[in-house]
């Protein structure tokens, strides 16, 4: 009876380092009204998982707590008033509140799809958050055109390797900035220039870029600026430091970092990419759901090629 009642899921009960991180029985959730029950096949890690347990996200997410939001599974059961799936289909997207590191987790139906069929679990649990992330960062906020270029600082992370191939799909010219051991695999997502910054400052290459996206963040933001045409767009996807007053100075447009609920049809359009070989998704790392401490050590430290992700079904 506990076996049906309950699951393994990773939790923490405080903030801190990846040691707190416990992989412990839990109740099993219910789908409620217009949710689906899904059994997780794989998690995609997000630096907000690890920033959220670390403390830097404050007290918005109640403890004790269930880190992961993208998910790769198979519906388990359907809630009232829940139409768009059946039982035992393969579907993919993103939680509504987390939860994602378990057996089971519900989400509401209106952020999933049905999982592309050219991708496995692992793959398809890789793609929601980051690849979301870069076309709104790009398209909503960037406004990027064909034929103009964009610089995206970090361009060999999750939503960087997705962010050079989407801007590349648009028709714009990729200038993609990553330490020197990434240059080829920038090359390989198609960039069509590399920038190593441990060797050339990006205060050296002013006036190039109509968009900069910046996955990176930090105190060092204002070396992005610089980079930019006058009137052009600087679009965040994690928080740094930029000066109001430089970017007035430049007439830079700096926008705010945007928290995105990702919609069925962004899930769809997506995935159909990736049915047509437009988009590829490159993991850096696997690990099983036991040792999610693994998994976010590795997204800690900022050296990720591509995406890492828990595995719960082999």
């Known amino acids: 009876m506990a076996d049906v009642e309950t699951m393994k899921a990773i939790r923490y009960h405080s903030h801190g380092g990846p040691e707190v991180l416990e992989l412990e029985r839990v109740e099993r959730p219910q789908a409620a009204g217009?949710?689906?029950?899904?059994?997780?096949?794989?998690?995609?890690?997000?630096?907000g998982d690890w920033q959220i347990r670390s403390g830097l996200?404050?007290?918005?997410?109640?403890?004790?707590?269930?880190?992961?939001?993208?998910?790769?599974?198979?519906?388990?059961?359907?809630?009232?008033?829940a139409s768009l799936y059946r039982e035992g289909e393969a579907v993919y997207g993103m939680t509504a509140n987390s939860g994602?590191?378990?057996?089971?987790?519900v989400i509401p139906e209106s952020q999933l799809a049905r999982k592309p069929e050219s991708l496995s679990h692992l793959q398809a649990a890789a793609v929601?958050?980051?690849?979301?992330?870069?076309?709104?960062?790009?398209?909503k906020q960037g406004q990027l055109t064909t034929g103009q270029t964009v610089l995206i600082h970090g361009a060999s992370g999750g939503v960087g390797h997705f962010a050079v191939q989407i801007a590349k799909l648009l028709g714009a010219k990729v200038i993609g900035v990553a330490s020197g051991?990434?240059?080829?695999?920038?090359?390989?997502?198609?960039a069509d220039e590399c920038?190593?910054?441990?060797?050339?400052?990006?205060?050296?290459?002013?006036g190039i870029a109509d968009l900069v996206l910046d996955t990176v963040g930090g105190p060092e933001g204002d070396t992005l600026l610089a980079v930019l045409k006058p009137g052009g767009r600087l679009v965040p996807v994690t928080y740094g430091h930029y000066s109001a007053d430089k970017?007035?100075?430049?007439?830079?447009?700096?926008q705010?970092?945007?928290?995105?609920?990702?919609?069925?049809?962004?899930?769809?359009?997506?995935?159909?990419?990736f049915d047509e070989d437009r988009l590829r998704v490159y993991i850096d790392t696997v690990v099983p759901l036991e040792e999610t401490r693994q998994a976010h050590e590795r997204s800690e430290s900022r050296r990720a090629r591509g995406k890492i992700v828990v595995q719960v079904i082999p």
Request: charged share 15%.
């Open 34 to 47: 217009g949710e689906v029950l899904v059994k997780v096949h794989a998690i995609g890690v997000n630096p």
């Open 57 to 81: 996200a404050g007290d918005t997410f109640p403890l004790p707590y269930i880190p992961g939001w993208d998910v790769s599974g198979v519906v388990a059961a359907v809630g009232p008033d």
């Open 100 to 105: 994602a590191c378990a057996e089971y987790v």
């Open 128 to 139: 929601p958050m980051s690849a979301f992330t870069a076309w709104h960062a790009l398209v």
């Open 181 to 190: 051991r990434n240059q080829a695999f920038l090359r390989e997502l198609g």
């Open 195 to 206: 920038i190593d910054y441990t060797v050339t400052p990006l205060t050296q290459l002013p």
């Open 247 to 254: 970017a007035a100075e430049l007439s830079i447009d700096v």
């Open 256 to 273: 705010d970092v945007r928290l995105l609920q990702i919609a069925t049809a962004d899930l769809e359009r997506i995935g159909q990419w």
